[in-house]
């Protein structure tokens, strides 16, 4: 029997009726008055909002994905003017040349699809989940040829110590973006990932809530709506599209860049029925999904859903054994708390033996979130910056139980906004990164529209950030 099996009959959270009914309907207006802007998941670091577990459970997970990182910039004077200050709209900032690039459309991409031998890709050889330190894309494809401003993605040095004087990943979230784009513009998400895929950039990621509530917005909503979502500080209107269905229409349109559904709320699936879509993703992308699964930290979503909001860690716990499961192969029985089946076949399975990546994130990195990131983690991705001892507790932790302590690390920046009206300086936010490389981060986590105003600016804007950063490493 599965860990976590009890006595058949315990209650099932997916039968439980819905309490909670939205108390005003969701118009085709995406302008909502003080909707939330872009930013949201990163656990950056990056994690978007929608992950953030609640403080005072330590069974919660990440909140979103794509919210800051480690380092906040030191504050920034509102009148300052110098290099990478930026005006409101302004694309590029300060004084790196940068050629301009103009939007592109998403059409048939020509060329062959991205060469990937299945047989190169050997399931983990250590505990599940482990990787080699430093690999990131996956994949041989270049960018389509003749594309404005395309270049070769660059080598990343291997284990953290080596990005000391190497390069991150970037990764370009697309969530929240939405004072550059409406929440019913999707196609314009899908071509900036394609641009962020033709200037080098790593990753796009995508987060997500299925529906929100009023304690969306308990904690009083952002001034700035380019911030990062966070628990309690959204206005309920803001747009969450679905996340795989987007990924898939990227996944279409790419054949390289890593593809982040984080946060995924997976507790409010049935495991069988989600794994089946993240199979399904990842074998259309060719491996290059990489999925954060998380509980989040609204009631009113779990309420509307009939989850129950206080059990979700568990319930989180028993998903992740059964993907564990699936990943190997049919037939699959289990029985546990929430979930129980008997000889259930699932094929096709996912890209790898041992199913998509993963990052694991978290706000704190209490007990069960660590025994998650060392069974079954491919990366790490705080909502924050950990403290040195959690670092070197998560270290020993991989150790002991046998694996390469080198797992991706996700972090991310922090806009400084000199009011709630303006975009932040590129070059301050760009500032903190030579640090979270030094500490072991590989991978950083940056959301466009805190820096830019201009929708047809982002390939140029992912140009940017590549010049400045390696302008300022060593």
């Not at 129980?340 to 998509?356: K, L, N, Q, S, T």
């Not at 040195?388 to 996700?410: F, K, T």
């Not at 950030?465 to 060593?474: C, Q, S």
Request: hydrophobic share 35%; proline share 13%.
């Amino acid at each position: 029997m599965s860990p976590g099996s009890v006595s058949p009959g315990s209650a099932n959270p997916f039968a439980t009726a819905a309490r909670y009914v939205s108390p005003r309907s969701v118009g085709p207006s995406p302008a909502a008055p003080g909707s939330a802007g872009p930013g949201s998941a990163g656990p950056s670091p990056a994690s978007p909002s929608s992950a953030g577990p609640s403080p005072a459970s330590p069974s919660s997970a990440s909140p979103s994905p794509a919210s800051p990182s480690p380092a906040s910039p030191s504050p920034a004077s509102p009148s300052s003017a110098g290099p990478g200050s930026a005006a409101p709209g302004s694309g590029s900032q300060g004084s790196v040349s940068l050629s301009s690039v103009g939007p592109r459309s998403v059409g048939p991409r020509s060329g062959s699809p991205r060469s990937v031998d299945p047989s190169s890709v050997s399931p983990r050889s250590a505990a599940p989940g482990s990787v080699s330190p430093g690999s990131g894309s996956q994949g041989s494809g270049s960018p389509s040829s003749g594309s404005p401003g395309a270049v070769a993605p660059r080598a990343v040095s291997s284990g953290a110590a080596g990005l000391r004087g190497g390069v991150p990943r970037f990764v370009l979230v697309l969530s929240e973006n939405w004072t550059l784009t409406t929440g019913r513009d999707l196609p314009t998400l899908v071509r900036w990932a394609r641009e962020a895929e033709d200037t080098g950039f790593d990753a796009v990621m995508v987060s997500e809530h299925i529906v929100l509530g009023p304690d969306a917005g308990a904690g009083g909503v952002m001034g700035n709506p380019r911030d990062y979502a966070l628990p309690g500080n959204q206005d309920p209107f803001t747009p969450w599209p679905g996340s795989l269905m987007l990924l898939s229409a990227i996944a279409s349109v790419t054949s390289r860049i890593r593809l982040a559904a984080a946060a995924v709320l997976a507790p409010l699936r049935h495991p069988l029925a989600l794994a089946r879509d993240l199979g399904t993703l990842d074998l259309l992308s060719e491996g290059r999904l990489v999925v954060q699964p998380t509980v989040s930290w609204s009631r009113d979503e779990y309420a509307a859903l009939g989850v129950p909001f206080g059990e979700r860690g568990e319930i989180l716990d028993e998903q992740l054994e059964i993907w564990e499961l699936l990943w190997r192969g049919s037939p699959v029985s289990y029985e546990g708390k929430h979930f129980a089946f008997e000889d259930v076949y699932f094929e096709p399975g996912a890209y790898r033996p041992d199913g998509p990546r993963m990052w694991i994130g978290g706000q704190h990195l209490h007990d069960r979130l660590l025994r998650r990131l060392v069974r079954y983690g491919h990366g790490f991705h705080p909502l924050g910056r950990p403290a040195p001892e959690e670092l070197e507790r998560l270290r020993n932790a991989l150790m002991a139980a046998g694996r390469d302590p080198g797992i991706e690390m996700v972090g991310g920046v922090r806009p400084t906004f000199p009011d709630d009206h303006s975009v932040a300086p590129l070059a301050l936010a760009l500032e903190s990164i030579p640090e979270q490389l030094a500490q072991g981060f590989t991978t950083i986590c940056i959301k466009p529209s805190q820096y830019i105003d201009d929708p047809d600016g982002v390939g140029a804007f992912c140009r940017e950030v590549i010049a400045r950063t390696d302008a300022v490493l060593p």
